[in-house]
């Protein structure tokens, strides 16, 4: 199975930063990635897809870049309800795979 | 507006059976795969299985290989998942989600809580 290993696992940032979250490969994936926002006790919730396409809805400070095996999510201006943890995943190939996540907390 | 709602989790012993629901509405659901992954306690996402609309394509995690069973119900606009041989490490909230035209999945139900434990 491909492995997705995240970067940090967790740090505190404050309202107004630009934030940026990584997510390696373990092999090329392509741009079969995807990065959801989850809060506690909620679903998670799609931000984004294919590396870069912002799903609908989701705010414009948030983007995403990369293919093959490295990958970036980033807040260009960090919002309160923005503090949650953040997952990618990889849906080239079965079995899916998921980042371990990444927490992001208040300063 | 598109909804799913799991349901049928609970608590079951070792070894015991589980089948999980989830009713969808708000889409032509006969014109999605879809997919379960579930979370433990205090943990990351672990994808589970994907059934495509027609459920001609089925795959699963090695994790549950040979004792879950995906499937659908079209006419019911219903996913489900037969959980059986249940361990204590498939404690997880299960959700079930849609896979959209081009991303994994594009919307999550609530999630239902498995809790195996003697």
């Known amino acids: 199975a491909i492995r997705m290993t995240q970067s940090p696992s967790s740090f505190s940032a404050s309202t107004g930063d630009r934030v940026t979250i990584t997510c390696r490969a373990s092999?090329?994936?392509?741009?079969?990635l995807a990065w959801y926002q989850q809060k506690p006790g909620k679903a998670p919730k799609l931000l984004i897809y294919a590396a870069s396409t912002l799903q609908s809805g989701v705010p414009s400070r948030f983007s995403g870049s990369g293919s093959g095996t490295d990958f970036t999510l980033t807040i260009s201006c960090l919002q309160s309800e923005d503090f949650a943890t953040y997952y990618c995943?990889?849906?080239?190939?079965?079995?899916?795979?998921f980042g371990q996540g990444t927490k992001v907390e208040i300063k | 507006e598109v909804q799913l709602v799991e349901s049928g989790g609970g608590l079951v012993k070792p070894g015991g059976s589980l089948r999980l629901s989830c009713a969808a509405s708000?889409?032509?659901?006969?014109?999605?795969?879809m997919n379960w992954v579930r979370q433990a306690p205090g943990k990351g996402l672990e994808w589970v299985s994907s059934?495509?609309?027609?459920?001609?394509?089925?795959y699963y995690a090695d994790s549950v290989k040979g004792r879950f069973t995906i499937s659908r119900d079209n006419a019911k606009n219903s996913l489900y998942l037969q959980m059986n041989s249940l361990r204590a490490e498939d404690t997880a909230v299960y959700y079930c989600?849609?896979?959209?035209?081009?991303?994994?999945?594009?919307?999550w139900g609530q999630g239902t809580l498995v809790t195996v434990s003697s």
């Open positions: 092999q090329g994936i392509s741009s079969y």
């Open positions: 059934i495509s609309s027609s459920s001609s394509y089925i």
């Open positions: 995943q990889q849906y080239y190939s079965y079995s899916w795979t």
């Open positions: 708000g889409f032509t659901f006969s014109s999605y795969s």
């Open positions: 989600a849609r896979e959209g035209a081009k991303s994994p999945s594009d919307y």
